[in-house]
Nanobody
Framework: VHLVESGGGLVQPGGSLKLSCVASGLTFSRQQFSWYRETPGKGRELIAT?????????SYDDSVKGRFTVSRENAKNTVYLEMNNLKPDDTAMYFCHPSATTYWGRGTQVTVSS
């Protein structure tokens, strides 16, 4: 299994970024995915999950609800995390993770600063 996150960068408060995660080596269309973020102070925290079953809604941590949107494109084996109204507290390394597996990518760094 290979996971590659991208799309991170430096953005000002209030700005937006869209992260991508391309997954290979698994049956993508039958796999639930989550996005996590990690900081030295808070460790790794779950922020969003998208089921593989059509019609089941994604779930979000309260800290990102209403600002972040998780989506998937099965034809491209890609999961996305659209992040709007970013805050300095969103600064972290972001990872996608196929649920119920031990696989992790290298992550992509998001820094929110003026």
């Amino acid at each position: 299994v290979h996971l590659v996150e991208s799309g991170g960068g430096l953005v000002q408060p209030g700005g937006s970024l869209k992260l991508s995660c391309v997954a290979s080596g698994l049956t993508f269309s039958r796999q639930q995915f989550s996005w996590y973020r990690e900081t030295p102070g808070k460790g790794r925290e779950l922020i969003a999950t998208i089921p593989y079953t059509l019609g089941l809604p994604p779930s979000y941590d309260d800290s990102v609800k209403g600002r972040f949107t998780v989506s998937r494109e099965n034809a491209k084996n890609t999961v996305y995390l659209e992040m709007n109204n970013l805050k300095p507290d969103d600064t972290a390394m972001y990872f996608c993770h196929p649920s119920a597996t031990t696989y992790w990518g290298r992550g992509t760094q998001v820094t929110v600063s003026s």
